[in-house]
């Protein structure tokens, strides 16, 4: 069973960068041929994938969002990071991450395994 847990902090200032972790247990983010995403959800809206990474270490972003995101991986601790930078608060969100089988994964049915999401809020 793969389960997968998002961390990171629950507020950010505005300018700031935001960095969240997903870690992955029993299975590797190396195995072919799977995409790891992340999505997020703003209040009173419905889910954007963000963007993802795959077992080979591509990495591909949605066009608004490709300027200010990163998505990298660490294959020692099994794990993805997202890095977003200059937050506003139009980036507060539920934040979360998961497994499907292409790239761009846009409803929540689609993946077959998913965190719990972590909400991040954006105020000074």
């Known amino acids: 069973q793969v389960q997968l847990q998002e961390s990171g902090p629950g507020l950010v200032k505005p300018s700031q960068t935001l960095s969240l972790t997903c870690a992955v247990s029993?299975?590797?983010?190396?195995?072919?041929?799977?995409?790891w995403s992340w999505i997020r959800q703003p209040p009173g809206k419905g889910l954007e994938w963000m963007g993802a990474?795959?077992?080979?270490?591509?990495?591909y972003y949605s066009p608004s969002l490709k300027s200010r995101l990163f998505i990298s991986r660490d294959t020692s601790k099994n794990q993805f990071t997202l890095q977003l930078s200059s937050v506003t608060p139009e980036d507060t969100a539920v934040y979360y991450c998961?497994?499907?089988?292409?790239?761009?994964?846009?409803?929540?049915?689609?993946?077959?395994?998913w965190g719990q999401g972590t909400q991040v809020t954006v105020s000074s």
């Open positions: 998961g497994r499907g089988k292409r790239a761009v994964v846009r409803h929540r049915d689609e993946y077959d395994y």
């Open positions: 990474i795959d077992y080979s270490g591509s990495t």
């Open positions: 029993g299975g590797s983010i190396t195995t072919s041929y799977y995409y």
